[in-house]
């Protein structure tokens, strides 16, 4: 990570095949890495897009703990908020719902 290098966080929900994913991988694999430092999480990080991401050289990591609608949610979000403050993160760009509802009030 380097002042030059502003960190940058993006988020979906899995890497399995369909719109949103797609447009999320195409993203992370496009994004001039010389101009930003990436990393990319999902509430889920696993699917078939993963193996595009990885011949990228890029490792998505999962920031999801289950259900939504379980206590469990809390946990999450602060962990997800504990990487962020840790790794400097500036932006958080989510791409669908669910990881709108992880990553809004983590990087609040």
Same mark, same amino acid.
């Given at each position: 990570? #380097? *002042?030059a290098?502003?960190?940058? &966080?993006?988020?979906? %929900?899995?890497?399995n095949? $369909?719109g949103?994913? $797609? =447009?999320?991988?195409?993203v992370?694999?496009g994004l %001039?890495r010389? +101009?930003?430092d990436? %990393?990319?999480a999902?509430i889920?990080?696993? $699917?078939?897009? +993963?193996?595009k991401l990885?011949?990228?050289?890029? =490792?998505?990591w999962?920031?999801?703990r289950?259900?939504f @609608?379980s !206590?469990? &949610?809390l946990?999450a979000i602060?962990a997800? #908020?504990s990487?962020?403050r *840790?790794r @400097?993160?500036?932006?958080?760009? #989510?791409?669908d719902f669910y990881?709108n509802?992880? $990553?809004v !009030?983590?990087a609040?």
């Amino acid at each position: 990570m #380097s *002042a030059a290098r502003p960190p940058v &966080l993006l988020m979906g %929900d899995t890497l399995n095949f $369909g719109g949103t994913e $797609g =447009q999320f991988v195409e993203v992370a694999c496009g994004l %001039d890495r010389t +101009r930003w430092d990436l %990393d990319v999480a999902c509430i889920r990080a696993e $699917g078939p897009l +993963r193996t595009k991401l990885e011949t990228a050289g890029v =490792q998505a990591w999962s920031c999801g703990r289950g259900s939504f @609608k379980s !206590p469990r &949610l809390l946990g999450a979000i602060r962990a997800l #908020s504990s990487r962020l403050r *840790a790794r @400097k993160i500036r932006i958080v760009h #989510s791409f669908d719902f669910y990881s709108n509802v992880l $990553g809004v !009030p983590a990087a609040r």
